[in-house]
């Protein structure tokens, strides 16, 4: 499981949501491998149509009991970048491509067909805040994401691996 020691190194983190016979089944893969499954309750997972409006490290809404306001919240971490697939992907599939972009191209290739979102955060950078604070979606759909706080300097364009001085294997 991930502790806070866990996370002084670099790691790839996956999760995998699909709708079961009775229950919503969750894992957590790090660097490819399973590290944890389970049932996350009854409510049925459906067909996301449209664009996918995601919150990475911000609220949505406020957790109940909490007074916490709707996108408080700021996530402190180094991502390189983040992948939404739209169809459960295998063990080996979520190993293989780990440490790997995924190459350009249009929705016939294979790899695109059931990608929903792809943030390289390292990409797509000008050096006005007003447009960096975009991060570009490269899935094919372009669905761009915001970065809400955004600040100059928070992306460049190396690779957080590099950047965070940690060993990168390669595949």
């Not at 502790?3 to 919503?24: K, P």
């Not at 997972?45 to 919240?73: C, D, H, M, R, W």
């Not at 939404?84 to 972009?101: A, G």
């Amino acid at each position: 499981t991930v502790t806070t020691s866990s996370l002084s190194n670099w790691h790839f983190y996956s999760l995998s949501f699909v709708s079961g016979d009775s229950s919503v089944i969750g894992r957590l893969y790090i660097d490819g491998a399973l590290n944890e499954s389970k049932s996350l309750g009854s409510t049925a997972l459906n067909e996301i149509p449209g664009l996918i409006n995601g919150y990475i490290g911000a609220l949505q809404t406020s957790p109940s009991g909490s007074s916490a306001v709707k996108f408080a919240g700021k996530l402190s971490a180094s991502i390189d970048d983040f992948r939404f697939w739209k169809t459960r992907r295998t063990s080996e599939q979520i190993q293989s491509y780990s440490n790997r972009t995924i190459g350009g191209g249009s929705n016939t290739d294979d790899n695109r067909t059931s990608l929903g979102v792809y943030y390289k955060f390292n990409e797509g950078i000008v050096g006005t805040n007003a447009r960096d604070s975009i991060v570009l979606d490269y899935s094919g759909r372009i669905a761009n994401g915001t970065w809400n706080g955004y600040s100059a300097g928070a992306r460049n364009s190396g690779s957080a691996i590099v950047s965070s001085s940690a060993a990168v294997a390669e595949v």
